[in-house]
Structures are given as structure tokens and as C-alpha cells.
């Protein structure tokens, strides 16, 4: 019978070739404590190794970001790595509360104490808006963006939250930040929490902002620049008669 090394080798097989898969897992595989090993189990190790040799290298970054779920939970869990060493959870947490998650719980766990990387797996509670499903299909997208903002390559304030409660990208989320400080500075007074909660109370204005955007300044944009904007005006003027709030809907209106 084979033993927890060869159990995480079998599962680093079905990507790798059986001999890389054999020289990955002698290097990591005993790395794992035991409390890891009992708990989360061979699958879940060969994830997290493969997570980790993203950030080996030259070049690599040096943190990650995976969101999952536990086989047989309900809950959304989301793991951080490091390269070496632990984050320091006073500046994780703030990040993770930027982008609507509420940490519940953290478990460390180091491997070769640290040497081979470090996993902190949180337990989070999600927007309430939002539902676990729907943040699992659209992992890709909020992993990159929190992993930029990790390692920091991003900025880190409450526009992000508009990444996971309005599926918004990272680069969509920074034009309306940008158009925010423009408006700053040509006299809006609304603090950046309230703009951010009128957003996310409005997607379809939100989405009818960075479509008129697109239509208007993307040079990557292919169709028609003169209909999609007045599809997008549309869509912002759909989503004004819905807004309930005065206030919202005399911020959105500026």
C-alpha cells in the first residue's frame, strides 16, 4: 500500500508525466504537517503544489490566490500563497474585505516550515448579493485580480468589491476608479465607500459605464463604436429608473 507521498504522486500524474509527477512530489509531498495531511487529503495537495511552482522562478510573483470549496461544504474557502514565509494577516485581511469577503477563519499551514511556501486557507463569508456557484465560475477572473493586488501590481480600495459582487474585471474596476478621481477633482464630494455601494447597488448602470467607456476608447474594440454607445446610454438609462435611492440615484447621475 502506498503511503501519503505516493498517494500525492498518483494525483500530480494526472497532469504530469509520471516522472515529473514522481520528482515533484519527493519535493514537496513530505513537506505537508500532519494536521494538513489528515484534514484536506492527497487531491487537495496536489492542488496546492501546483498552485505553489507557479511561484518558483525568476520571474514569478511571489503570492497566489485559489478560491474553492471543500468537498461536502457549502462554504467558500479561498487560499493564499507565499513563496517563503508567512503574510502577515493584518495586511491580507484588509485586502480580502476590499473585495466583499468577510474572513471567518484562517488555517496556516507551512511547508518545511515555511521553506517550500507557505498556504493560508481562510474560510469567508461572500457578499450577500452573490452566491458561492456563481464566484466559483467566475474564480479565474477574481484570483488574478486578487493576486494583483497581493503582489502589489494593483491598487487595493473598495472599487474591487465591484470585481466580485458586479463581474466586473480588475481593469474594468480601475476605469470607474480613474473616473471617479476625475470627478474628484472636478468637485463630486461623495467619498469613495459611497460611490463604490451606488455601483454595486446599480449593475446595470455600472455595466452601461464601462460599455459606453469601451465603445468610446477601447482600441480594441471591433464593432460599431456610434451604436454600441447608444446601446450602452440605454442600458445607463434603464438602470437609473431602478435606482430606489436619492441619493444613489443623484450620485449616479453625476
Known amino acids: 500500500v502506498r503511503g501519503w507521498a505516493g498517494a500525492v504522486e498518483t494525483e500530480l500524474a494526472a497532469s504530469e508525466e509520471p516522472s515529473r509527477a514522481a520528482a515533484i512530489a519527493a519535493r514537496y509531498a513530505d513537506a505537508f504537517p500532519i494536521a494538513y495531511r489528515n484534514a484536506s487529503g492527497a487531491a487537495e495537495a496536489a492542488r496546492d503544489i501546483r498552485v505553489l511552482r507557479t511561484l518558483s522562478g525568476t520571474n514569478a510573483p511571489r503570492r497566489a490566490v485559489r478560491l474553492h470549496r471543500n468537498p461536502g461544504e457549502s ?20 485586502v480580502l474585505e476590499n473585495f466583499g469577503f468577510r474572513v471567518l477563519e484562517e488555517v496556516p499551514t507551512p511547508l518545511d516550515g515555511g521553506r517550500l511556501g507557505y498556504i493560508h486557507d481562510f474560510l469567508v463569508a461572500h457578499p450577500a448579493d452573490s452566491s458561492v456557484d456563481d464566484l466559483l465560475s467566475r474564480a479565474a477572473s477574481i484570483e488574478s485580480s486578487l493576486a494583483a493586488v497581493i503582489n502589489g501590481a494593483a491598487e487595493d480600495d473598495a472599487f474591487n468589491r465591484l470585481i466580485v459582487a458586479t463581474g466586473l474585471t480588475a481593469i474594468e474596476a480601475n476605469w470607474l476608479r480613474a473616473f471617479y478621481r476625475y470627478l474628484r477633482q472636478a468637485g463630486m464630494t461623495f467619498g469613495i465607500p459611497t460611490v463604490v455601494e451606488a455601483l454595486k447597488n446599480a449593475p446595470a448602470v455600472t455595466r452601461g459605464l464601462v460599455d459606453a467607456f469601451v465603445a468610446r476608447h477601447d482600441p480594441a474594440f471591433t464593432g460599431n463604436r456610434e451604436q454600441a454607445f447608444v446601446d450602452a446610454e440605454e442600458r445607463i438609462k434603464t438602470g437609473l429608473a431602478g435606482v430606489a435611492a436619492i441619493n444613489d440615484d443623484r450620485l449616479l447621475r453625476q
Not at 86 to 94: E, F, G, K, R, Y
Open 75 to 94: 462554504a467558500l474557502r479561498l487560499k493564499l500563497y507565499q513563496r517563503e514565509g508567512a503574510i502577515v494577516l493584518s495586511d491580507a485581511v484588509p
